[in-house]
Structure formats: structure tokens, C-alpha cells
């Protein structure tokens, strides 16, 4: 990922079908080609007259954008957000993903949640609570503490304290070619395809004493 403007759509690290039977080939394409690449031009598009900010990075943008001028806030948190969302996405599927996640975080998993399982649970539940479209998420506080959130549109973890890991997209474009409009499916899906060894560095990346 390009580290500021302008940004540009990482091709995926896998073929559009490798994510098959869980999520088909036309939702992968679709969803990268179309739906990220909208993001990414859109927010070319708002920063192209505002040189000061084109040496943000897309973290940066979303972490500081109440800073921002007020014009710019919701297109910098509609579609930074967009692109930033959905490159964790799709970058933290693999096909087959790891059972269980690799240590540490699948200690502090089962340290704050009980067990895999029970996570699985609490966040397929997460998942299946966002009113109309958003994400559930594996976030962290500052300290590095786990929790299970949840953001609307295209909403971050940033703006509420956290640390984003791991996401999973219940937007319908997500899964409605494949799963209609049963979202409980898609979830149970997703989570075959979770590449854990990516998620933890992202967790050891954030928290060096992890
Ligand atoms: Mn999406």
C-alpha cells in the first residue's frame, strides 16, 4: 500500500477464485476492482487540492481527522476509511486459513474470550448486530487489551481508541451474489478463510512487548 497520496489499490496476494467455495470469484473481483477502487479514487480525489496533506499516510488521515477542515472530514473518514478497511480485509485472508489463531494472540484470545470458540461466537454475534452495512472487528486499547467492536458505514476502530486487526465487511456487497441475503452464512464462511499468522504480527507489530 502506497503510504500517502496519492493512494493506489494493492492488487490482491491471491487469484480473485482462491478464496473459493467460501467467498466466490465474482464477489472477490467486484469487491476489489469496483468497490475499493471507488474509495481509492474518491479519496485521490478529495485530497488533490490539499497539497499539506498529501504526505499523511492513511492511518495518519483517519487517526487526526477531526483535525482536519470541516469540508473534508466525512469524505476522509467515508472513503480513507474505505480504502483503509478493506485493504485489512482482504490482506488478512488466506485459503485454507489457520484453525486456531498462533501465539501470543491466540493466548490473549483465549485469556479475554475463554476460549477460540466462544470468540468465534462473540464475534459472529458482533457481526450479525450492525444495523444495515459496517464491520465487526478484533480491535486493541493502547495497552494492547482485546476487545470485539463494531463501526457503521465505513467507520474505523481509530476513531474510538483502538487498534484495528482483523475485520470482517458485513456490507452486503460482501456476500450477496454468493449467501443472498443471509449474512449468518457469509460469517460462518469468513471464518474459514482468516490468515491468523497475519493477524498476530499485526498484533506484534502494534505491541512490541507482544
Ligand atoms: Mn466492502
Redesign the pocket.
Known sequence: MNEHYPFVNPPLPYAFDAMEPYIDAKTMEL?HDR?LQTYVDNLNGILKNYPQYHSLSLEELLIFVNSLPTALQQGIRNNAGGVYN?IL?FFNMENPGMKEPPSPLGEYIAKEFGNYGNFVKELSEAAMSVFGSGYAWLAADAFGRLKIITTANQDTPFSTGFYPLLNV?V?E??YYLKHYNVRADYIKDWFQIINWEQVNDRYKMFFAQA
Open positions: 469487491h468497490h478493506h480485509y465487511d456490507w456487497h460482501a
